[in-house]
């Protein structure tokens, strides 16, 4: 099982997934249009604008930039405190070139906002906040303080002061709604991804193990007669080596090491005695081989089949991978957060077959009900009387379990089996969570008369 900490990793160093590069490249395209919006200002609308600072203030940017292309190498990627006095020095050389040129008078202040989304998407939120009230704090400053915007006849430009005060408020909900959602966006495509990674590498863990199953498999029946000669002729040589002790006990020795080569390929190789019953099998064989793992873990498991009346043949199933990881994944939940007792019914009509899994536990929290299935990929710290204390609410396990079960074509319902709020007193045996999972019975059960396949002649 895939440790639910995965994605804490990769989210404690998302910061040098960003390249010096990148931000190099933003930076030249804000130089461009801050030298062609300074350059059409003063030439063709007549701003009186001091050019000798704000060309200064344009250069600090450049030589930044030239720094950077020069001295580190161009897959040099960005540190968590390097991307924020990156992003830090962008806007405190934007503010500067705004309070030259008319504070909020000035149209461009606006792009004091793409510093801080850019921090939401690659930052952690602490460095995002820290960012965005610095960002917000040099924006009320320049509503006071400023140069004002004149035309070179001598006329200052003026704005009333609602304007003014509109802009600012303007400014400070685009960095607080700009950066919440750039980052509410970025956290759950990277919770996403990281999510179907851990799905990927859980499917490939299921296939290895399927395949070795029936590599076993036929590494048994492929051994089972050199096994068999050997302890044939090491049970006559016993026989005949009656006087002779020393000799005796090397071939009682040899006879007992076949049998034992022949116990251990036979416990390995238990999955399926051939490709037909590897690939196939009962669907309660099925539901048992997966639960099988949680069966020794301090919890009883209870097993029951049903059918149709007229029908009391378990229907065969396919054993792909998916479908025995993901109903794993849904009995070793059920096996964590359960009492003491836990319920697996397989049922099956003419058109449809379901597993359902029920324990006597808590049940799912109500304010989640809604979200399971989706990877929280938030950590918490697990309360003092937790069931699974090395549980960290990211949701893996769940996640991976609907993914591969719905690539079978599976759908799956979570729901209590009793009001949460009720008295122990109260609930019945079956009143914790419940995981239904229903699948259109064409998509995993094979027609009868071909799931075994072929009967073919034993040759000599």
Same mark, same amino acid.
């Given at each position: 099982?895939?440790?639910?900490?995965?994605?804490?990793?990769?989210?404690?160093?998302?910061?040098?997934?960003?390249? #010096? @590069?990148?931000?190099? /490249? +933003?930076?030249?395209? %804000? *130089? &461009?249009?801050?030298? $062609?919006?300074?350059?059409?200002?003063?030439?063709?609308?007549?701003?009186?604008?001091?050019?000798?600072?704000?060309?200064?203030?344009?250069?600090?940017a450049?030589?930044?930039?030239?720094?950077?292309?020069?001295?580190?190498?161009?897959?040099?990627?960005?540190?968590e405190?390097?991307?924020?006095?990156?992003?830090?020095?962008?806007?405190?050389?934007?503010?500067?070139?705004?309070?030259?040129?008319?504070?909020?008078?000035?149209?461009?202040?606006?792009?004091?906002?793409a510093?801080v989304?850019?921090?939401?998407?690659?930052?952690? #939120? @602490?460095?995002?906040? /820290? +960012?965005?009230v610095? %960002? *917000? &704090?040099?924006i009320? $400053?320049?509503?006071?303080?400023?140069?004002?915007?004149?035309?070179?006849?001598?006329?200052?430009?003026?704005?009333?002061?609602?304007?003014?005060?509109?802009?600012?408020?303007?400014?400070v909900?685009?960095?607080?709604?700009?950066?919440?959602?750039?980052?509410?966006?970025?956290?759950?495509?990277?919770?996403?991804?990281?999510?179907?990674?851990?799905?990927?590498?859980?499917?490939?863990?299921?296939?290895?193990?399927?395949?070795?199953g029936?590599?076993?498999?036929?590494?048994?029946?492929?051994?089972?007669?050199?096994?068999?000669?050997?302890?044939?002729?090491?049970?006559?040589?016993?026989?005949?080596? &009656?006087?002779?002790?020393?000799?005796?006990?090397?071939?009682?020795?040899?006879?007992?090491?076949?049998?034992?080569?022949?116990?251990?390929?036979?416990?390995?190789?238990?999955?399926?005695?051939?490709?037909?019953?590897?690939?196939?099998?009962?669907?309660?064989?099925?539901?048992?081989?997966?639960?099988?793992?949680?069966?020794?873990?301090?919890?009883?498991?209870?097993?029951?089949?049903?059918?149709?009346?007229?029908?009391?043949?378990?229907?065969?199933?396919?054993?792909?991978?998916?479908?025995?990881?993901?109903?794993?994944?849904?009995?070793?939940?059920?096996?964590?957060?359960?009492?003491?007792?836990?319920?697996?019914?397989?049922?099956?009509?003419?058109?449809e077959?379901?597993v359902?899994?029920?324990?006597?536990?808590?049940?799912?929290?109500?304010?989640?009900?809604?979200?399971?299935?989706?990877?929280?990929?938030?950590?918490?710290?697990?309360?003092?009387?937790?069931?699974?204390?090395?549980?960290?609410?990211?949701?893996?396990?769940?996640?991976?379990?609907?993914?591969?079960?719905?690539?079978?074509?599976?759908?799956?319902?979570?729901?209590?089996?009793?009001?949460?709020?009720?008295?122990?007193?109260?609930?019945?045996?079956?009143?914790?969570?419940?995981?239904?999972?229903?699948?259109?019975?064409?998509?995993?059960?094979?027609?009868?008369?071909?799931?075994?396949?072929?009967?073919?002649?034993?040759?000599?």
């Amino acid at each position: 099982m895939l440790s639910p900490t995965l994605g804490l990793s990769a989210r404690d160093t998302r910061s040098d997934w960003i390249r #010096l @590069r990148t931000l190099i /490249l +933003l930076r030249w395209l %804000a *130089i &461009g249009g801050q030298l $062609l919006a300074i350059t059409l200002a003063h030439r063709r609308y007549g701003l009186d604008l001091p050019l000798g600072l704000c060309y200064l203030v344009v250069g600090a940017a450049i030589v930044a930039n030239l720094i950077a292309v020069f001295v580190f190498p161009e897959n040099k990627r960005l540190t968590e405190l390097e991307a924020l006095l990156t992003l830090l020095f962008d806007v405190a050389q934007l503010a500067l070139l705004l309070y030259l040129t008319g504070g909020l008078t000035n149209p461009f202040a606006l792009l004091v906002v793409a510093p801080v989304t850019i921090s939401a998407t690659i930052l952690t #939120l @602490r460095s995002t906040v /820290l +960012l965005g009230v610095t %960002a *917000i &704090g040099l924006i009320t $400053l320049l509503t006071f303080f400023h140069l004002p915007l004149r035309l070179r006849s001598g006329e200052v430009l003026m704005v009333p002061p609602l304007i003014e005060f509109g802009t600012w408020l303007a400014i400070v909900i685009g960095i607080g709604f700009l950066g919440i959602y750039s980052r509410r966006v970025s956290v759950e495509m990277r919770s996403m991804s990281e999510a179907l990674l851990a799905t990927q590498m859980a499917l490939a863990r299921e296939q290895k193990l399927t395949d070795l199953g029936g590599v076993v498999a036929a590494a048994a029946h492929e051994l089972g007669t050199p096994l068999a000669t050997i302890k044939l002729v090491s049970s006559e040589m016993i026989s005949e080596l &009656g006087d002779r002790p020393e000799l005796r006990d090397d071939a009682e020795l040899i006879r007992s090491q076949a049998d034992r080569c022949r116990d251990i390929l036979r416990s390995m190789g238990r999955a399926g005695k051939d490709d037909s019953h590897l690939r196939h099998a009962p669907l309660g064989t099925v539901v048992r081989e997966a639960a099988e793992p949680h069966a020794a873990r301090g919890k009883a498991l209870h097993f029951q089949t049903r059918g149709p009346e007229d029908d009391g043949r378990q229907p065969l199933v396919r054993r792909a991978p998916e479908i025995i990881h993901g109903l794993r994944n849904l009995v070793q939940n059920a096996v964590d957060f359960a009492r003491g007792e836990v319920w697996v019914d397989a049922e099956w009509s003419e058109t449809e077959i379901t597993v359902r899994i029920a324990d006597d536990g808590d049940g799912f929290p109500p304010q989640v009900i809604g979200r399971i299935g989706d990877p929280f990929m938030r950590s918490r710290r697990p309360a003092p009387d937790s069931r699974r204390p090395e549980y960290e609410g990211m949701g893996l396990g769940l996640f991976i379990a609907k993914t591969l079960l719905e690539r079978t074509g599976a759908r799956l319902r979570f729901y209590n089996g009793a009001d949460p709020f009720l008295t122990a007193a109260e609930r019945h045996d079956r009143s914790g969570a419940v995981v239904e999972v229903v699948w259109p019975r064409a998509r995993i059960s094979p027609p009868r008369p071909e799931a075994l396949g072929e009967n073919r002649p034993i040759t000599s």
